[in-house]
């Protein structure tokens, strides 16, 4: 099985401060097509997770220009250039080759100091 | 608009039984892979089972394999979860979301549901 380690689990950000979350993943997540399968969610409080990035660097839809990824093969980081309010939260990467099972880390809580 | 529902959450005793369905409306529902995660309160995301667009290949997290069964109908727009010999442990909000299932072809899990809770108690 697929083991993510994220870190930090607990990441305190002043507002317009930029944050940076990293996860290893035991296996390489690159693919035979040159693609990377790591994707990036959030989990806020009272909300539906949300996809942020998929195959490690691609934003997804209606996501703020402030959140980027990147990484190959077993290390992936997501950045966030400058921290607001509403990114308060918990950020987990998962695993998308779907190899079952279907890994996430362990998450990283995003606090507003 | 492209969205998923789930229902069928609740009460249920230890050693009890509940189906949990998944509605989508607004797209192709044939084209997508379904799969269903839970959050335990206090913890992480967690996956537990998914389907493929065709229903002909089916997976399980080892922590449900042998409880739990995911079926789809695609004429129906829908994924169904039998939850059986339910646990303690298994008290969560349950979501459905979907995803394309290709190498060639995916774009993130990108539809989520709102989540249907479920809470195993004497």
């Known amino acids: 099985d697929i083991v993510l380690t994220q870190s930090p689990l607990s990441l305190p950000v002043t507002p317009g401060e930029p944050a940076a979350i990293s996860c290893r993943s035991s296996q390489s997540l690159l693919y035979s097509n040159g693609l990377n399968f790591l994707d990036w969610y959030v989990k806020k409080p009272g909300q539906s997770p949300q996809l942020l990035i998929y195959l490690a660097s691609y934003r997804a839809s209606g996501v703020p220009d402030r959140f980027s990824g990147s990484g190959s093969g077993t290390d992936f980081t997501l950045k966030i250039s400058r921290v607001e309010a509403e990114d308060v939260g918990v950020y987990y990467c998962m695993e998308a080759l779907h190899t079952p099972p279907i890994t996430l880390g362990q998450g990283t809580r995003l606090e507003i100091k | 608009q492209e969205q998923v529902v789930e229902s069928g959450g609740g009460p249920v005793k230890p050693g009890g039984s509940l189906r949990l369905s998944c509605s989508v409306s607004g797209f192709r529902f044939r084209d997508y892979y379904i799969s269903w995660f839970r959050q335990a309160p206090g913890k992480g995301l967690e996956w537990i089972s998914y389907?493929?667009?065709?229903?002909?290949?089916?997976a399980y997290a080892e922590s449900v394999r042998g409880r739990f069964a995911i079926s789809r109908d695609n004429a129906q727009n829908s994924v169904h979860l039998q939850m059986s010999s339910l646990r303690v442990e298994d008290t969560a909000v349950y979501y459905c979301?979907?995803?394309?299932?290709?190498?060639?072809?995916?774009?993130?899990?990108?539809?989520w549901g709102q989540g249907t809770t479920v809470t195993v108690s004497s």
């Open positions: 389907i493929s667009s065709g229903g002909n290949t089916i």
């Open positions: 979301a979907r995803y394309r299932g290709s190498f060639y072809e995916y774009y993130g899990i990108d539809v």
